[in-house]
């Protein structure tokens, strides 16, 4: 997450200016709502709305906005990434979590809705390559062994059942986000741990 703000926003086109502008964020599945409040201190005046399934993540999400003096310009929600609410975002934001929804496409479907015609989806998935044998290395031998245990079983006990794992890679992404009526994906960043994806309407 220390790269997001350095790194990754300004990797997406015109997204820096536009939050510095005063943009709308919802971010996916925002857990403790660490990027959430990252975003908030960053862009003074952009409004973050983050949701979670989790509703203990939240209530801790809430306070932590609270405690950093950004509760003004967060919200948090109860909601799954099919469920979100709102429409019109600058930009949609997910980390490490699309790989475990049961239902991906629908996720992506509900992103492509909520944002605005000229919005970006930022998408951050674990690094994969789509040659199995270029994961053989340290980092995606740790990412499969994630995967078994805790990635698939979890989304394959939701509605969909569509397991991508965490090694999905860039061509398993691209399907998804093409399924749901996205029009233009580029890897826009990446790091040894993570693919960072730009995905537009």
Not at 41 to 51: D, E, F, L, R, W
Not at 99 to 123: C, F, I, K, N, Y
Request: hydrophobic share 40%; with cysteine.
């Amino acid at each position: 997450m220390a790269s997001l703000v350095p790194e990754w926003i300004p990797a997406l086109d015109g997204v820096d200016a536009t939050l510095a502008a005063g943009g709308r964020v919802a971010d996916i599945g925002c857990g403790l709502g660490s990027s959430s409040v990252l975003l908030a201190q960053a862009y003074p005046k952009a409004t973050i709305v983050g949701s979670d399934y989790h509703a203990e993540s939240i209530d801790l999400a809430r306070k932590k906005a609270a405690d950093a003096g950004v509760g003004d310009r967060v919200s948090f929600e109860v909601a799954t990434a099919q469920t979100f609410t709102g429409t019109g975002y600058d930009l949609v934001t997910m980390f490490d979590c699309l790989h475990d929804m049961g239902d991906p496409v629908g996720a992506a479907r509900r992103v492509r809705e909520a944002l605005s015609p000229d919005g970006t989806w930022l998408l951050v998935e674990p690094y994969a390559s789509d040659d199995v044998e270029e994961n053989f290395n340290p980092i995606g031998r740790l990412y499969y062994s994630g995967s078994t245990f805790l990635c698939v079983p979890n989304s394959l006990s939701q509605p969909g059942r569509y397991a991508l794992g965490a090694q999905a890679g860039e061509s398993a992404i691209r399907e998804v986000v093409t399924q749901a009526g996205f029009t233009r994906f580029r890897r826009a960043a990446e790091s040894p741990f993570n693919l960072v994806y730009e995905v537009r309407p």
